[in-house]
């Protein structure tokens, strides 16, 4: 009997050891954090997906209301959520260099170039070197340049109902934005003209589909093994990204570039910036941008133009543009679902929005401008509560690339010390939502960011694109093109909701992003004027 006594304490020490102390990090570092069986209740109900993630990190951030951060684990991989807007500021700008990289996809090294060599995956001085090479292909005189080019295409999107009366009485407004989208990065990333709408099965949507479809049992077994085993994953030639859609787009990109330099051709797109990159022709603008949430990209860009610039190859710009659709398909149709919806369930905002947008078609004479855009300020106000309400990056991950430490500042805090490939959260979903930064946050209400509030919006507490020098560097593209859409769509209809829209909304709890768990069902009414 006392050799099954040893044999069960011997498993309970190796059962410590292996498995419970990796819940002892934080603690032992003092810092907040959830006790052992909370821990494993997570775990378990992360495994089986019972709560989303927004619920997850609404649920850490509520539970250490009065700590500036608190430790968690990511499976077993200790994680440190910081809550408190001044560290953020400290850890994403001021010491920058100890958390220069994101927490990323770990693919086998030279397995899939078209991933790891897009500016959200490098790290280090290669990111470094590649965000300053990209940055003038971002600014805003850029954005200017494909303006036309993408107003034409929401200005046709919107057509299609015009002429398609009886398709617009129940849609699935993230397929119909989705196509959008798609169509907007074929052209300005791809130099590829789509119409999505009337050719709903152009091979440049289903391969984009295919590209950022994370749905499927077999497909998401592959993209599971290749992250948990990449080298093996490597040797067996299993790929995160299907291997037909890997190659239409690593073909497709040096394909156009040959042929433009060829043949001379130039287009106002992003293929052509990045070409332009590449023969080091390109200037940081010195304008003063006109929003208060991008002051801190305006002190990265600065830094950025001292730095040496990359030679682009063709892979280069072709992960780049890759990187496009990964971030713009999906985030960007999301935000525009967001904001539809709540213009739908909120008539008289959208009422309100509509008579800006009618005003601006009478000083343009129907043809809307660069200007004229960046002036409409509701229509600014609308999409930034759409973003502060619903931010599309729930939260925003670093890794620490040297040993750093964060001084303790409140009564009973410790010095805590972190070591490298120590991972960060900045739970930007429950920043949004907290009380403390926004009356009533779950509430829609746009004139958070009128003129005379927008300035007690502090910097740190709207952070929809992220923070520091690696924000989003193409939030300028997003915002452009979310406001032309809606431009457009409100001068013609009115967003109304269905039998099938949920109000209030429900998120879906099988993503990494904000999803509805329904999806967006709205309706198109035509406006009588």
């Known amino acids: 009997m006392a050799i099954f006594y040893l044999a069960g304490a011997i498993l309970c020490v190796v059962l410590y050891f292996a498995f419970l102390k990796r819940f002892t990090y934080w603690e032992s570092r003092g810092v907040l954090q959830y006790g052992y069986l909370v821990n494993l209740r997570e775990l378990l109900l992360g495994l089986i997906s019972y709560r989303g993630i927004t619920e997850i990190i609404q649920t850490i951030y509520d539970a250490f209301p009065e700590s500036r951060f608190c430790g968690v684990y990511q499976f077993s991989r200790p994680t440190l959520v910081i809550r408190d807007p001044e560290l953020i500021k400290k850890v994403t700008v001021e010491d920058f260099e100890y958390f ?50 993408i107003s034409n295409y929401a200005k046709a999107f919107v057509g299609y109902f015009e002429e398609h009366p009886d398709e617009v009485h129940s849609m699935q407004m993230k397929d119909v934005f989705g196509r959008f989208t798609n169509d907007i990065i074929a052209t300005c990333a791809f130099g590829i003209n789509c119409d999505s709408m009337r050719n709903p099965q152009n091979e440049f949507y289903l391969m984009g589909k295919d590209i950022t479809s994370f749905t499927g049992f077999w497909a998401n077994l592959r993209k599971v093994f290749t992250l948990l085993f990449p080298r093996l994953a490597k040797r067996l030639q299993i790929t995160f990204f299907s291997k037909r859609a890997a190659h239409f787009f690593t ?37 003063i941008e006109e929003t208060e949430f991008r002051v801190i990209e305006r002190v990265a860009d600065r830094k950025e133009e001292e730095r040496k610039k990359e030679q682009l190859t063709d892979m280069d710009i072709t992960a780049q543009a890759l990187v496009f659709f990964l971030a713009g398909f999906d985030s960007v149709s999301s935000l525009m679902c967001f904001m539809a919806h709540e213009l739908a369930i909120n008539a008289d905002i959208q009422e309100r929005l509509q008579l800006e947008v009618d005003d601006t078609v009478r000083q343009c004479r129907g043809n809307i401008t660069y200007e004229a855009l960046s002036k409409m300020e509701y229509m600014d106000m609308v999409v930034s509560e759409t973003m502060r309400k619903w931010p599309v990056g729930v939260f925003s991950g670093r890794v620490c690339t040297k040993p750093y430490t964060i001084k303790p500042e409140k009564e009973g805090e410790k010095a805590v010390k972190l070591n490298v490939n120590d991972s960060l959260w900045i739970p930007i979903f429950a920043i949004h939502r907290d009380e403390n930064n926004y009356e009533n946050p779950t509430r829609f209400d746009p004139e958070r960011f009128n003129r005379e509030n927008r300035a007690s919006v502090l910097p740190y507490q709207f952070i929809p694109f992220g923070v520091g020098p690696r924000s989003c560097i193409g939030n300028r593209f997003a915002l452009m093109e979310t406001k032309l859409v809606f431009f457009y769509l409100l001068s013609k209809f009115n967003l109304v909701v269905t039998e099938k829209t949920d109000v209030p909304l429900q998120l879906g709890k099988h993503a990494f992003q904000l999803k509805a768990k329904n999806g967006f069902w709205l309706a198109l009414k035509a406006r009588t004027r």
């Open 100 to 149: 220069t990289d994101h927490i990323n996809i770990a693919l086998a090294q030279d397995s899939e170039p078209i991933w790891q060599k897009n500016l959200i995956a490098l790290k280090g001085e290669k990111w470094k070197d590649m965000r300053a090479t990209l940055t003038p292909s971002f600014t805003s005189s850029k954005m200017k340049t494909m303006f036309d080019l």
């Open 251 to 287: 073909t497709l990109i040096p394909e156009i570039i040959a042929s433009r330099e060829q043949n001379g051709i130039t287009r106002p797109d992003m293929i052509h910036l990045l070409m332009e990159a590449r023969k080091g022709r390109l200037n940081f603008d010195k304008t």
